[in-house]
């Protein structure tokens, strides 16, 4: 288990620098909207999605906004984890009592890092993608409580320190086509966002851009079991 563990802090590092600065902000916000630590943690905790939990502040903060509309928000932010969700199938079935946490904690970096895969033995797969997820969840949680806490503590603004997500999502693309074999997936993904960028705009690419890449993946892995 030590191994695992260590395998995983050195997979999860690219995150941790990424997620220890955004959960900064994170904390800071919510600080400067007057929530307390214990929200701050219990946000990270329960909620655990980036995105949505910078949205969230405003949601939760506004008078005029309707349940409905929150959970129409909520859901058109994370839809994408549909998409995750159902191309984990396979890899997550037989992780057994730690099949819900792992599918509570398929952020997008930690989708990458599992997608590249776990090249020791079979056995100890899902224990390697626990503690990757773990340790992700955990470098969010500690780095949102510190936000908070300085921004008790000192004068501090966040203006343009969200572009440390962008940041993170480069550092996980590069990781993951250095460690993989094949460059299809990437490829896919990245041609089918630009299309859809240009097709539908910047506020509207992302489900068409899933969709696209999702159908494509799935041609592409009846075509191989064909061959094979």
Not at 36 to 45: E, I, T
Not at 178 to 198: D, E, Q, R, Y
């Amino acid at each position: 288990m030590k191994r695992l563990f260590r395998d995983a802090f050195i997979a999860t590092l690219p995150i941790m620098v990424g997620y220890l600065v955004l959960a900064c902000a994170f904390g800071l916000l919510m600080n400067s909207h007057g929530f307390s630590v214990l929200w701050v943690f219990a946000m990270s905790l329960f909620i655990y999605a980036g995105s949505l939990q910078f949205v969230a502040v405003d949601l939760i903060t506004a008078t005029s906004i309707s349940l409905i509309t929150v959970a129409i928000t909520s859901f058109m932010i994370n839809a994408r984890h549909i998409f995750y969700g159902i191309s984990m199938l396979d890899r997550y079935k037989d992780a057994g009592k730690k099949k819900p946490y792992l599918i509570f904690a398929l952020t997008d970096e930690t989708y990458s890092l599992v997608c590249t895969g776990y090249k020791g033995a079979a056995e100890e797969e899902h224990d390697y993608y626990f503690f990757v997820s773990l340790l992700a969840q955990c470098y969010w949680v500690v780095g949102s409580i510190i936000g908070c806490l300085i921004g008790e503590l000192l004068p501090f603004t966040i203006l343009g320190i969200d572009f440390a997500l962008t940041a993170l999502f480069v550092t996980v693309f590069f990781d993951q086509w250095i460690n993989s074999i094949s460059h299809f997936s990437a490829i896919t993904g990245v041609v089918c966002s630009i299309i859809c960028l240009l097709l539908f705009g910047a506020t509207n690419f992302l489900i068409p851009a899933m969709i696209s890449i999702l159908v494509i993946l799935s041609v592409a892995k009846v075509f191989k079991r064909g061959e094979e």
